[in-house]
């Protein structure tokens, strides 16, 4: 067999990861460690790293949050070779996707409040997730008025699953009909769904890479299945495990002492990336280091599966 690996090379696509905070409070130590390995990742393969502000929640993003995010990503030593892109400044590429699921049948609306699908929910059924029984799937057209969310329907019993390898935890089969359920890609108050924008965004934006907590794992088959529906080609999904306490508890974002501006205040950069990269078993103690000096030597089978106590 004749190998050509300069042919091979050639043909593999250039990495291209992101980096996708909401801006909905101070960056903490878990959205560093995701921007860090996701940094690493793409640039330890020659690849680019791009930024995008998910500020889709009207109520809940706050530009100056998106102000801090930026100005503590350049503190940190991460610069993106592309955006910052402003998902508030996108809604109407996400209509246009969205008239295309529409056109196709594969959306539908739904009048439930959240009290209607709390009381049609089985107990024992979750992992926190709430799996949408369905109750607005075959409403005759017009019987309805008021405010709708917009569904995505999942295919019928039998014919739901996903299976798709993460990078870092391996293979992976989900039933969307029973695990997921059909989700939500407008909401009710007409803001988007990160489901929807998240996919949309990650296409057009050329991103091939997505390295995020593994809190979002189950997003994952949601998202495959929403950009096959839409004629793209899913990226590569890799986990990553989340950040404990010494007490096991993951780290909360109502924990200040480990947000950026506690942190800005207390130690360096380098403290803070030596501590992270350790913990993710990219160097023997938590000595300070530059994100750029860990480039080099970046492996992801270096970095555990078992979430990591900082
Ligand atoms: N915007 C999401 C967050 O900050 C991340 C989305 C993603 O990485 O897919 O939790």
Redo the contacts with the bound molecule.
Sequence with gaps: MIENTDYTEALQPKVKGRF???PTGRMHLG?VF?ALLSWLSAKSQGGTWLLRI?DIDPQRSHREYAELIMDDLHWLGFDWDEGPYWQSERGAIYERYLQQLRERGLTYPCYCTRADIMATQAPHESDGRVVYKGTCRNLPPGLHAGLAAIRMRVPDEGEGLVTFSDGHYGTHTVDLTTQCGDFIVRRKDGAWA?QLA?VVDDALMGINE?V?GRD?LL?SPQQIYLARQLGFAPPRFVHLPLLCNSAGQRLSKRDRSMDMESLRAHYSRQEIIGKLAHAAGLQPDDSPVEAKDLVGDFAWNRVPTADLQV
Aim: proline fraction near 8%; charge should be neutral; glycine fraction near 0%.
């Design positions: 996708a905070p909401s959205n995701s998910e990160y998240v997505v995020r979002l997003s």
